[in-house]
């Protein structure tokens, strides 16, 4: 079975850092071309202020009319 598993590079690490709090950990692995479970293992490991979660904060119409 051949081995898949690819080396983190700052560039991804850089990319997951900006991306987390704002989309899902599914779509930031999606983004980076990796599995939800790689890319959780490597998002527990750095430091971020907000970790990705898989299911990230969603604004409902009901919350955006009160920002009004």
């Given amino acids: 079975m051949a081995d898949h598993r690819r080396v983190w590079t700052e560039d991804d690490i850089a990319k997951l850092k900006s ?3 704002r989309l899902t950990l599914k779509d930031i692995a999606a983004e980076l071309g990796r599995s939800k479970g790689a890319t ?3 998002a ?8 990705p979660t898989f299911n990230a904060p969603r604004q409902t119409t009901k919350d ?3 920002e009004r």
């Fill in 19 to 21: 991306m987390a709090g």
């Fill in 40 to 42: 959780a293992v490597v």
């Fill in 44 to 51: 527990s490991k750095i430091p971020l202020r907000t970790h």
């Fill in 64 to 66: 955006a009319s009160l």
